[in-house]
C-alpha cells in the first residue's frame, strides 16, 4: 500500500452545502494548533460565543458550537429536552422533519406529526390544531429552511402558537443561520442548531446552537438522565459555561473552531442584515435566469429560501448526467434531490462566500451550455442576460 | 461589537494531546473544500480506510472516522453494542474507564466495575475474577492507554480472557494508536475507538474507530433501535460502507479528513513500527532527564506509556505556577493531572508529530529553568546530559 496526499481539484460548491469557503477561513484552519484548555484558546471561546449570539440575534448565555456536524445539534436539542413518554409536534414538509422525528422516538418520546407537501412551507393552521388537539405536548420542533426542498417556514408565527400552548420550540436553522432573517430572541426559540457549512461558508463539522433560560432550566430539571454522554449539556456547559474555570469534557476541535471564528468575524464585518439582503439579490438575479431558461422552482414564491433554489427537471433530461458533465467540465457542484424529491429536481445553493454575482452568472451559463449541448427542451442563451438585468 | 481574526502564539504541545500538529497536516486542511458526496471525496474515504486499517493492523470491513472527537467515538462503540438489560466489566484505572461506565449506564446497562490504582495497569487476575463471577457479561471494556495517568495496560491478555468468556471486548486506544503496538486483528478486539489529537498529530475532532465482524454482527441482530441517529451504525454504514452508492448521512468534515488522510500518508511513509520504535526512544531519553532532575515516575516501569508522561509534582513547588512560566516564557505547554490527580501530577507528552529529539531536550532545559528559577528542590543542570547520552 502506498497511498499519497490528497490535492483536490478547484471546485465552486453550489449544492446544498458545503459552500465554498471564504479562503480567509481556509487560511485561519491551518494555523497553529494551542491547547484546548489554553488560556488564548479560552478567550478565543467567549469571544465565539459573542459572535454566535450576534449571528443568532440572541442574548442567549448557553450559545456555542457543538464539536461535530448539525445532525449532532439537532440531537443534542432532542436528548437534553425530551424525556420517555414526552409529546413532541413535529412538522415535516421534507427531510429534516422525519430526522427529527427519530431523534424524538430515540429518546422515548411521541412525536405526533404535522405533515406538509415537500417543496411547501409549514402550514401554521395545521399546528394550531395539532397543538389544540394535544394540550399535553411539550415541544413543538420544525425546520425553518428545508435544506431538502429550499423553503422556508414562518418560524416567528409557529413560536407564538406554540407558546401559546406553553410548548418550547425546537427549531432547525442549519441552511438559514446567516442566509435569512432568523430573529431567536424576538421569535422566542428556545432551542436553536445550525450548521457552518452553509451561509457561514465555513467548513462542516461543527453545529452553532443556542438554548433560552427555559430550555436550560428544563435541561437542570431533567427527571432522567440525558441519554448521551458526548452530548449532555449539564456536562458540556462545564467546558463552555461563562465566567470560572474551564472543566475538561472532550477535546475541542481546535482548528475547526479558528474556521468557525474566522468565518463570524467575516459576518460580523459584513453585518448580518446585509448577508440577508445579498442572498436575496442574488437569489432573485438566478431566479430570473432559470425562469428565462424555462426551469420552474418547486417552492411556490412567499415560501423560498434565497439560498437554496430548487428546480424541476425539465422533461427529458437525464439529471445526473447533467451534474456529472457541470462537474467534469466546470468543477461546478449542484445538488441532487434528497429523500423523496431524488431524481426531480435539482438544488442549487447561492450560499455565504458563494452568494455572489459571479456564481450566479457562472452557473447559468454552465447550465445552459450543458443542456444545449444535451439538446435538452431549455430556452438558450437568454439566462444570463436575464440575470445580469437584475444587477443593473 | 468588534472581534478580529484569531493569531494564535506558536506553542510547542508536550501536555496529553492535542499534540504539536504536522505542518503537512495543517497545510493539507486549507485545501479546498469539496462537497461530500464528489466522486474525488468519496475516492479519499476509501483511501482512509485502507490507511486506518493500517494504523490499527486489522483487516476489519468497518473501519472509519467517526465525524466528532474521541468521546463521540467512544459513545458510538457502547450505544450500538449496549442494549438495555446488558451487563458490561468494565475496568477503571484512571478518569476514562469513570467514563465509559457513563456510557453503560447511559444505554441502561449495568457496569460492574474492576477497579485499579491509578498509575497501575488493569489487574488480569482481577478481571478474570469478575468474568468468572459473571457469566451473563455480554462485554468487556478497558482503556489500552490511560491518558490521564500514562499507564499501558496488556490488551492481549485482557482480549484472550474476555474471549474465552464470550465477551466482546470495547477497547480504548485514544493514546496508543500509533504510539504503542495496538494489533487490533491478533489481539481479537472487537470495537475499538481512538483520537486524531495525539499519536497521530493530526489536529483534534474526529475518532477513528474499527468494529469486528462478531461486532458488526451484534449490532445488526440487536433487539432495541440505537438510542443516537448520529451514532447508529446501521446509518452511518450506508455512507461509510464499502462499495456501491453512498447514502447522505451527516455532512462530512471535509478539511479535517483532509488532515486526517494526511496523518495517515506520514505514517505509513514512516512506518508503523518505526512510529513506535520513535516513540519509545524519545521516552527513554526524556526518563533520562527526568530521573536526572530527581522526578519520579506516576507508572512503574514496565506498565509506563513511552507517549505519555507522568510524574510526582516535587515537594514545595506549585505545580500550576510551572505550567503557566513554561507557556508564558516558552510558549510550552504540559499537562495538569485529571480526576483524582489534579494537582498531584504532571503530564508530559511526546505524541506523534512532538515526540523527538529537539523537543526532549528543549522540555527538560525550559523545565529545569523555570524549577531553578523558583528555587525547587531538584538536581539543576544534569538533565538535559542526561537525555543527550541516550541519544548518543
Known amino acids: 500500500m502506498s497511498i499519497q496526499s490528497f490535492h483536490p481539484p478547484v471546485r465552486t460548491l453550489m449544492g446544498p452545502g458545503p459552500s465554498d469557503v471564504n479562503p480567509r477561513i481556509l487560511e485561519a484552519m491551518s494555523r497553529p494548533t494551542v491547547g484546548h484548555l489554553d488560556p488564548v484558546f479560552v478567550a478565543l471561546m467567549d469571544e465565539m460565543k459573542d459572535l454566535l449570539r450576534y449571528a443568532f440575534r440572541t442574548k442567549n448565555d448557553l450559545t456555542m458550537p457543538v464539536s461535530a456536524p448539525g445532525s449532532a445539534g439537532m440531537e443534542m436539542c432532542f436528548v437534553n429536552l425530551v424525556e420517555p413518554g414526552d409529546k413532541v409536534i413535529v412538522c415535516q414538509n421534507g427531510v429534516f422533519g422525519g430526522r427529527m422525528k427519530e431523534n424524538v422516538e430515540r429518546c422515548g418520546g411521541t412525536a405526533v406529526m404535522v405533515e406538509d407537501d415537500w417543496g ?37 408565527t409557529l413560536a407564538e402558537l406554540a407558546r401559546a400552548n406553553d410548548c418550547l ?34 467548513v462542516p463539522g461543527l453545529s452553532p446552537v443556542t438554548f433560552s433560560q427555559k430550555a436550560v432550566d428544563t435541561v437542570t430539571s431533567r427527571k432522567t438522565r440525558v441519554q448521551s454522554w458526548f452530548l449532555d449539556l449539564n456536562l458540556v456547559l462545564g467546558y463552555w459555561g461563562g465566567g470560572g474555570k474551564r472543566t475538561y469534557h472532550h477535546t475541542a476541535p481546535v482548528n475547526t473552531l ?3 471564528h474566522e468565518a463570524l468575524v467575516i459576518l460580523q464585518e459584513e453585518g448580518i442584515e446585509n448577508s440577508w439582503a445579498r442572498h436575496q439579490k442574488n437569489h432573485e438575479a438566478l431566479r430570473a435566469g432559470f425562469e428565462a431558461m424555462g426551469l420552474e422552482f418547486v417552492v411556490p414564491e412567499g415560501e423560498r429560501l434565497p439560498q437554496l433554489n430548487a428546480v424541476s427537471i425539465p422533461d427529458g433530461v437525464d439529471e445526473a448526467a447533467v451534474r456529472s ?17 431524488a431524481g426531480k429536481i435539482w438544488r442549487v445553493g447561492l450560499m455565504g462566500f458563494a452568494s455572489n454575482e459571479t456564481n450566479v452568472l457562472f452557473c447559468l451559463g454552465a447550465l445552459d451550455a450543458v443542456l444545449s449541448g444535451m439538446r435538452a427542451p431549455i430556452n438558450s442563451g437568454v439566462a444570463v442576460d436575464a440575470a445580469r438585468a437584475v444587477y443593473r
Request: charged share 20%; aromatic share 6%.
Open 169 to 202: 420550540v425546537i427549531a432547525d436553522t442549519v441552511t438559514s443561520l446567516a442566509g435569512s432573517p432568523l430573529l431567536v430572541d424576538e421569535w422566542q426559540l428556545d432551542a436553536v442548531y445550525s450548521g457552518t457549512q452553509k451561509c457561514l461558508s465555513c
Open 120 to 156: 411547501r412551507a409549514v402550514d401554521a393552521e395545521k399546528v394550531e390544531a395539532a397543538l389544540k388537539a394535544n394540550p399535553d405536548a411539550k415541544i413543538l420542533a420544525f425546520v425553518h429552511a428545508e435544506t431538502s426542498t429550499g423553503a422556508i417556514s414562518d418560524a416567528k
Open 325 to 341: 458533465a457541470l462537474l467534469s467540465s466546470y468543477n461546478l457542484e449542484i445538488g441532487a434531490g434528497l429523500g423523496a424529491m
Open 258 to 260: 479558528y474556521g468557525l
